[in-house]
């Protein structure tokens, strides 16, 4: 059996925050929660999607119902590190994450179709449904970041973490590669999320409000993809502009 928590339901709410931000509220949050015992980590995740993209896609429309497919390590792995294959659903608003472990090279043999995972459980077979009901499903984009975590003092349900250079890749696949990419964010901005199982902390509400810190629509996977179609889209244009210059040159000179 797992010694590792294998379900979350809670509700997430994101912020991006300025290095002013940051600081001030870093300074407020004392009294009311603290960083655990891992202080600032990196975590590595392969998001894995359809051909098409097909499991952001629908995601990036904000529908009722929403689901993603990862594979996390926390630092960077070797064959036998702990990983974690997780299933990260939104429904109405509240994130549902179910995840098992297993040593990294088993664990993407199996998603990747070259093995299976010993360990029989629900959440293994919501998995295994979710590989099943999506045709060719493939690793199609890591995500790394560093990450401080922070824990309610009063309310242990209450967890705070902040997230910089967040770095994103379509090449290399493989989390032994590290953290590496292009960043998602600007020079000294840091997304943070607070997970809540219950009501959000009125203390939370003041501080934010006069810190000037306001939610946003964030997500990791969605932001890489969306830039990489809009270079996509670029390249596709210049391909075009090239394409028709080459043609009127042609028939320039078989005028002349």
Avoid: C, H
Avoid at 38 to 44: A, H, N
Avoid at 49 to 54: A, G, I
Avoid at 120 to 147: C, F, T, V, W
Avoid at 175 to 197: F, H, W, Y
């Amino acid at each position: 059996m797992s010694t590792f928590q294998e379900v979350f339901k809670r509700t997430e709410i994101k912020y991006l925050l300025s290095e002013e931000q940051y600081v001030a509220l870093m300074q407020r949050l004392q009294g009311i929660a603290e960083v655990d015992r891992y202080g600032e980590s990196d975590i590595l995740n392969i998001y894995y999607d359809t051909p098409d993209f097909n499991l952001i896609r629908t995601s990036l429309e904000k529908p009722v119902y929403k689901e993603k497919l990862r594979l996390r390590s926390y630092g960077i792995p070797k064959d036998e590190s702990t990983s974690f294959i997780e299933i990260k659903k939104k429904y109405k608003g509240v994130v549902y994450k179910r995840r098992i472990d297993a040593p990294y090279e088993k664990a993407r043999n199996y998603l990747d179709g070259r093995g299976e995972l010993l360990q029989k459980s629900q959440i293994k077979a919501e998995i295994d449904a979710m590989k099943n009901g999506y045709a060719g499903l493939r690793p199609a984009m890591a995500i790394s970041y560093k990450r401080i975590a922070m824990a309610g003092i009063q309310d242990p349900n209450l967890r705070i973490t902040f997230d910089r250079q967040i770095l994103w890749r379509t090449d290399k696949l493989d989390l032994k590669e590290g953290p590496k990419g292009e960043d998602l964010l600007q020079p000294g901005q840091r997304l943070m999320e607070v997970k809540i199982a219950n009501a959000f902390p009125m203390e939370l509400s003041r501080i934010f409000s006069e810190l000037g810190i306001f939610p946003v629509s964030f997500s990791k996977y969605g932001r890489g993809y969306e830039v990489m179609m809009s270079r996509r889209l670029a390249g596709a244009y210049i391909y075009r502009l090239a394409g028709s210059a080459v043609q009127k040159n042609r028939e320039a000179v078989a005028y002349a």
